[in-house]
């Protein structure tokens, strides 16, 4: 059996990704970020950074959800590991209402499967819905949600999952599929960094 290639990734790497994309993003104007955790925390309070309320340029509000799919969490059986996504905290009703009117931008940290970026847009798609209902016919439209997605890295591979036709999305960087080497994921930050740098000179040599 192949080993799948790995690619480390640090944080500046992670920073710089999401700084361009945020040029991309801006004219979209999210005003609310949605992170979904783990992966998607860091990414999220980054873009923030750039993406600013264009009228008072204070910032942006993130929300968090928490997905799983392919952590083994307790209560979770080996069946469910990488085959289901799992919910392991959510917006609910109240968190449903403060998006009526809003542009969320959904942030994770990666594309791989699609499934779990999949849920979270049909699940917080419906969530509204429900809420929508609640109000006056005539206000409805006013009140809808504007859903996109952004993630540091789309794996060019078959996915299990898609998006609606009128969703925009905003890939950081798109890479092979690879094995990614988050930094948030590793004890030895400075040995991480280190093995980073060393694969990037590797590539350059390889390139020259």
Known sequence: MVEPQHRRVTYNDVHNIIKKAAVKIAPWKPDLLIAIGGGGFFPARVMRTFLKDPETKKNIPIYAIGLSLYEALPGTTAEQIGNEVIRTQWLGSEGAKVLLGRRALIVDEVDDSRKTLHYAVKELKADVEKELLALPE??????????????????????????????????????????LDYPWEVVDIEEHDRLAAEDKLKAKSKND
Do not use: C
């Not at 952004?150 to 009128?166: C, I, M, Q, R, S």
């Open 138 to 179: 005539d206000q409805r439209d006013a009140a809808r949600t504007q859903f996109s997605v952004f993630v540091v890295h789309n794996k060019l591979k078959e996915k299990a999952g898609n998006f609606p036709d009128d969703l925009p999305y905003f890939p950081g960087e798109e890479v092979p599929d690879y094995w």
